[in-house]
Structure formats: structure tokens, C-alpha cells
């Protein structure tokens, strides 16, 4: 009784264990002959086959009291044998799809690339001294220092952007609930192949380009400028705010095993019945160097209100632009 999960004390259970268990023992199909509808759902659970009884071989009951309580007993067998479905799914913007599809560049852009970028943002953006400008040979010193240190920055932020773009990669897993009932205690496992690094996504953001240093002001737009912030001075009283951003509260964060590959974990406490949930994401890594390649990510499925485990698979697909 156990091993099939069926509670001895329940007298339909027992006839069901009894059926398993010769269908197991003598390698035959038994076919389960009942008017019984909550039955036949338990039975059908167990994969045995169901036969409706004949209604010339039904009992005549006339009883109104009797016919009632046998609809309120099919009601709770009913409820009590109903599972809840999930369907895992891929979040790619407003679908939920089983594969994701990314595009990437082969090719880092070259040095020759980089420093034309570089050179039409010094056109752009890079001021130099002019005669009689009324402004100290050290401040344009440091300007031209400063440019150096955002020259510096500027490559940085271009080999980051462009690894943001073609290396960088993420994905967001969830799960519908497709049944009636509410789905408890829900776990999906996922399996990553190695080849990339994987990281919580929390706190991953995309590569910024700051903004070029200011060139330095003469006399008379220091001035001005002080004029013009005059109107903005508050005369009321003013005291700083030491509280700090309220962090948020992460109730789909993924756990993230790394082994020679990647083992992943989401879970959820409840998925109402027609509901979904979408976890958070997560990002994959690939270096430079490397081409991304097309690859799937086995899942495992389990509902603690629910029977056994579900096996799927995503696929995530590569195509180069």
C-alpha cells in the first residue's frame, strides 16, 4: 500500500491495491469495472484501466437521502483526486516559450574599430585652449589629464558593452499552473551544461559610458554661473536623510551549484490554481573568446501536493549575426 501511495484504511484504496498488485505479480492488464466516479479517478492515477458499469447492472436505489450522499462522496473523491498541473516554461518578454533564441557578433570589434570610435568622441566631446581664453595653464593641464583617465575608461566600456552584447546572456525561468487546485511547495530543478559561467542576475547591470570631464570655466562663466544658481538657495532648514535604500525583499532568488556544470533551484511556497509564477533571472557568461553554441537545459519538476517528479527540457539557441 505504501509503495503505491495509497492509504490502507480507505476501502477503495485497498481494492486498488489488491488490483496493482496481482497486475504486477502475473504480468497482465486488469481492467476496473466501477460506477464509483471518484474511484475511476484514483484508479486512473495508477494507470489501471476503467470501465464505466453498465447501467442495467446499477443499483435502482429510489433512496434521495442515499443518491445524495453518494454525489457528495463522488465530490470529495473528486477534489481529493484532482493534481495540480504545472507548465514550466522560458520568459521571453510577453511569451512563455520552451526554447529562447539570442543573437551574437563572432568577432570582438578590432583595434582599428575602437580607436575610430575613440577619436570621433574626442571630435565630439574634447575641448583644447584658445588665445586669450582668460583661463590657467594648469586647469587646462588637469583637463588634459582627466581626458586621459576617461580615454582610459572610454576603451574599458567599449570591450565591456560589447561583451554585455554578444557574451552576456539571460534567462528567466516560471511555471503556470494549468489545473484547479493550487499547486504547494513547488521545486524546479535545472541542469546547466559547463562551457559559461552561470551568476545570479541580482545586481548585474549593463556596462555605462560616463560622461566626458567639463571643460574648464573662465572668469565670467564662473560667475555667471554662481548668479544663476542664486535663485536656487533654500532658506528654510534642511537636515540629511541617513536612511538607506530599503532592499528588496527576493522571495524567487536561484540557487546556483556549480560542479563541472551548473545546477540551478527555484522554488515557491504556492502557485494558485490558473496563476504563474516567473522567478528571477539568472545570467550566463561565455569569455570573448569563445563562440556561444546552442545547448538544452534539462528540468525536474515537483509539486508537494502533487505525484511524482516531471522531466522537460528547454533548449537555448545561438544564432550569429
Known sequence: MVGFQLDPSSADDRILGELIAFERANDVSVNFVTADYGARLRAKGHD??????????????????????????????????????????????????????????????SAAAIDSHIARLCERHRHSPKAGDGIDRDEWAKYDLSWDAYLEHAREYLAA?????????????????????????????????????????????????????????????????????????????SFPS????????????????????????FDSFRIPQGDKIVWDPVVIIYDDAIEPSSFAIDHWLTIGNGFGIAKGSFNVVFTKR
Open 161 to 237: 558593452s560589447w561583451s554585455y552584447r554578444n557574451r552576456t546572456f539571460f534567462l528567466q525561468f516560471g511555471a503556470e499552473n494549468t489545473s484547479e487546485v493550487s499547486a504547494n511547495n513547488v521545486i524546479l530543478r535545472l541542469h546547466l551544461p559547463d562551457g559559461f559561467a552561470v551568476a545570479d542576475a541580482d545586481g548585474y547591470k549593463r556596462p555605462v559610458l560616463r560622461k566626458p570631464p567639463k571643460r574648464p570655466q573662465t572668469v565670467y562663466e564662473m560667475i555667471f554661473g554662481s548668479a544663476q544658481g542664486l535663485g536656487t538657495f533654500d532658506l528654510g532648514m
Open 48 to 109: 489501471l484501466r476503467c470501465l464505466v458499469l453498465p447501467h442495467e447492472l446499477r443499483r435502482d436505489d429510489q433512496d434521495e437521502r442515499a443518491q445524495e450522499i453518494r454525489q457528495l462522496r463522488e465530490r470529495i473523491a473528486r477534489y481529493e483526486a484532482a493534481r495540480p498541473e504545472l507548465r514550466p516554461f522560458l520568459a521571453v518578454g510577453d511569451k512563455q516559450e520552451s526554447f529562447e533564441e539570442f543573437n551574437y557578433q563572432a568577432e570582438p570589434p
Open 242 to 265: 541617513y536612511a538607506g535604500p530599503t532592499p528588496k525583499l527576493r522571495l524567487s532568488a536561484p540557487r546556483i551549484e556549480k560542479t563541472n556544470s551548473y545546477d540551478i533551484e
